[in-house]
């Protein structure tokens, strides 16, 4: 029988640090198939390209970061932007600027998934509007994967307990908020994530006085499923 530290790890797995000698810190949280690093990139610090069997997305949370996927480099500011890196292509960074970088990055590799990306490797923000009353959320999308950056409001805001047929993952990046998976509850803090799969019961509540902010990211996308089957189509 599995203990409630065994399932708060299922859920919400302990980071474990990762140094490079370049300075990069990153922390890293696994569940199945899928990693979660939040990395901190040093003042001009140059991340050199690699490229390995996973496909790879990604976001700059804060700072901006020249970002290189394939032939094509692009400035990544905070929030506007996300990239994806398929299996084997190459893809590096630079940080040009006086200040650290903080950006995260998500690694997969699943059997039954074929991960696409635009030409140019690079999502921009497709819409942005208010799931829930008060709650805003902007949307990244390509037909496998949707990223959903999530405004929870303070002083009660939520987002009620539900399940569907998704996976979710979910990083914590501004504030805080208690997020229920399946009866196990933690304190969300910058850098948190948990993991749901699918049909695995989850809600969250911002209990605290200011806004907080999150990344969410759903495999197939949830949201905006329109969109990504006539992605699929024109292929």
């Known amino acids: 029988m599995k203990t409630k530290e065994d ?14 000698e370049n300075g990069v810190r990153q922390y890293s949280t696994v569940r199945g198939d899928t990693e979660v690093l939040m990395s901190y990139v040093p003042p001009h610090t140059n991340v050199e390209p690699h490229q390995h069997k996973e496909v790879q997305i990604g976001m700059v949370v804060s700072g ?21 890196a398929p299996p084997h292509v190459p893809h590096g960074a630079r940080n040009d600027t006086d200040q650290e970088v903080i950006a995260i990055d998500i690694k ?18 497709f819409k942005t509007r208010d799931l ?7 949307f990244f999308v390509e037909d496998w994967v949707e990223i959903m950056l999530a405004k929870i409001p303070g002083n009660g805001g939520e987002m009620p307990f539900h399940k569907h047929r998704n996976e979710q993952i979910g990083i914590c990046i501004g ?40 990344i969410n990211i759903f495999f197939p996308p949830r949201y905006n499923r329109a969109k990504a089957k006539k992605m699929k189509a024109d292929e």
């Not at 790890?9 to 980071?15: D, M």
């Not at 901006?64 to 932007?81: N, P, Q």
């Not at 998934?113 to 921009?124: A, C, G, K, R, V």
């Not at 829930?132 to 902007?138: D, I, K, N, S």
């Open 108 to 125: 997969r590799l699943k059997a039954d998934e074929t991960y696409t990306s635009p030409e140019d490797y690079f999502l921009d923000i």
């Open 132 to 138: 829930l009353p008060g709650m805003e959320v902007t």
């Open 64 to 84: 901006e970061l020249m970002m290189t996927v394939g032939d094509v480099t692009r400035k990544m500011t905070a929030l506007e932007s996300a990239y994806i």
């Open 7 to 20: 399932m708060q790890e299922l859920y919400f797995p302990t980071p474990k640090l990762i140094e490079w």
């Open 175 to 214: 504030g805080g908020y208690d997020m229920t998976v399946e009866g196990c509850t933690v304190d969300m803090k910058f850098g948190t994530a948990y993991f749901c799969e699918p049909r695995e019961d989850h809600g969250a509540i911002n209990r605290s006085e200011k806004e907080s902010k999150s």
